[in-house]
């Protein structure tokens, strides 16, 4: 009677042995071409957004499809690399200069270089820079083309106006005439921004 039972417990035990080894099958399969089409992206988003490169670009790994990550600048950072040199050479800082640099960036699309140039050059009281900063706040000059921020941030523009100003720039003054006559309108649509503005001018 045991006899009869034996081939009947390891017919049982067969079909449990298949489905665990398809299982095992799966995932490997799964692990194997997850790792490949995981590369696959990587190389097509890296293709396409083309960062900029500092020195010589980093061979591609045809076996992996790896590209060497250490090499890409992030945004900001030839600025940054910039100020940290003027710094170290100390005062007086060539803040003329900077500015020239931080257009040449603004023409070239690197806004964030642009914009960390000029307000060091702004914080530094350099009038040109000063009415930059302003410009790119103002909501009658914005253009966001040319500027880091999303939209124009009035509160700031009236600050760095009013620095130009207190520098002797004429031409603060006039803008900053033009700024209350914005709020102003502004403030009479319900626009929040444009009331606190007026604010500043009581």
Do not use: C
Not at 156 to 163: D, I, L, S, T
Not at 191 to 199: D, E, F
Request: charge should be negative; aromatic fraction near 8%.
């Amino acid at each position: 009677m045991s006899e009869l039972n034996e081939p009947a417990a390891s017919s049982r035990r067969n079909p449990l042995i298949w489905v665990a080894l398809a299982v095992i099958g799966l995932i490997i399969f799964v692990f194997i071409n997850g790792e490949r089409g995981g590369s696959t992206l990587v190389t097509k988003s890296i293709e396409i957004s083309e960062p900029e490169v500092v020195g010589e670009p980093a061979e591609e790994d045809n076996a992996s499809g790896s590209i060497e990550r250490s090499l890409l600048v992030p945004p900001g950072m030839r600025a940054r690399q910039y100020i940290a040199q003027l710094r170290a050479d100390g005062k007086p800082y060539p803040l003329a200069q900077a500015v020239e640099k931080a257009q040449d960036y603004l023409q070239e699309g690197s806004l964030a270089d642009a914009h960390l140039l000029y307000f060091f050059a702004a914080r530094e009281e350099h009038l040109p820079a000063v009415m930059q900063m302003a410009a790119m706040s103002d909501p009658t000059l914005f253009r966001a083309e040319d500027s880091l921020l999303d939209y124009a941030d009035v509160i700031q523009a009236y600050k760095w106006y009013q620095k130009a100003a207190a520098l002797g720039q004429q031409d603060a003054v006039a803008r900053l005439e033009s700024l209350r006559q914005w709020a102003s309108d502004e403030a009479e649509n319900g626009n929040p921004h444009a009331r606190q503005l007026l604010l500043n001018f009581q």
